[in-house]
């Protein structure tokens, strides 16, 4: 799932059911800075697509790095006259690091389920016991559904004028 919405379904849903805790921007970033890895060997050529960052280990070191991105950026929002799109300077480092671990473990997670080159115990293990541990259209129909839930619950939020 190179940087497809899928991998955002079950964000959305976690986001809603704790939108302050939970930061969806940093879920979402999470899941596409991991697949810049992919993106790259993709378009060099090389294979395989899913290497460090697939890993247990990568994927903890791309919340690390959501992190420091989103306290750099934030620095500097001012004197960028960066906008405030969503309310992200409002958000807590915790809300970031929380999405962001989301972010990345689910989306290993769900390529582990998906790719056959990914080993995301690696270096400690070259296996991957969830490659079709379910079906792929289960995974991309529960990905889609998880989504539709989560913006159902976020509009009823909405309608109601609730934010936690």
Same mark, same amino acid.
């Given at each position: 799932?190179?940087? #497809? ?9 976690? @986001?809603?059911? %704790?939108?302050?805790?939970?930061? =969806?921007? %940093? =879920? ?6 991991? !697949?810049?890895?992919? =993106? /790259? /060997? ?7 697509? @899913? ?8 994927? #903890? ?6 992190? %420091? ?10 004197? $960028?006259? $960066?906008?405030? $799109?969503?309310?992200?300077? !409002?958000? &807590? #480092?915790? &809300?970031?690091a929380t999405g962001a671990a989301f972010g990345s473990y689910t989306h290993v997670v769900f390529d582990s389920i998906m790719?056959?080159? +990914? ?5 400690? &293990? ?6 079709? %541990?379910?079906?792929? !259209? #289960?995974? @991309?129909? &529960? ?5 539709? +839930? ?13 934010? !936690?």
């Amino acid at each position: 799932m190179p940087i #497809t919405p899928f991998h955002f379904g079950p964000g959305a849903a976690i @986001h809603a059911i %704790a939108p302050k805790r939970i930061s =969806f921007i %940093a =879920f979402c970033a999470a899941n596409v800075l991991i !697949d810049i890895e992919p =993106f /790259y /060997y993709m378009r060099t050529g090389q294979f395989p697509l @899913h290497r460090f960052f697939h890993t247990y280990i990568g994927a #903890t070191l791309i919340i690390f790095l959501a992190i %420091a991105l989103f306290i750099a950026v934030r620095a500097g929002a001012n004197r $960028l006259r $960066l906008p405030n $799109l969503f309310g992200w300077r !409002d958000l &807590s #480092t915790a &809300s970031v690091a929380t999405g962001a671990a989301f972010g990345s473990y689910t989306h290993v997670v769900f390529d582990s389920i998906m790719h056959s080159d +990914i080993r995301p115990f690696a270096p400690l &293990s070259d296996s991957n016991p969830l490659l079709r %541990a379910i079906p792929l !259209d #289960t995974l @991309h129909w &529960s990905c889609v559904l998880a989504g539709a +839930i989560g913006i159902a619950i976020l509009l009823m939020r909405k309608l109601r004028g609730a934010n !936690d």
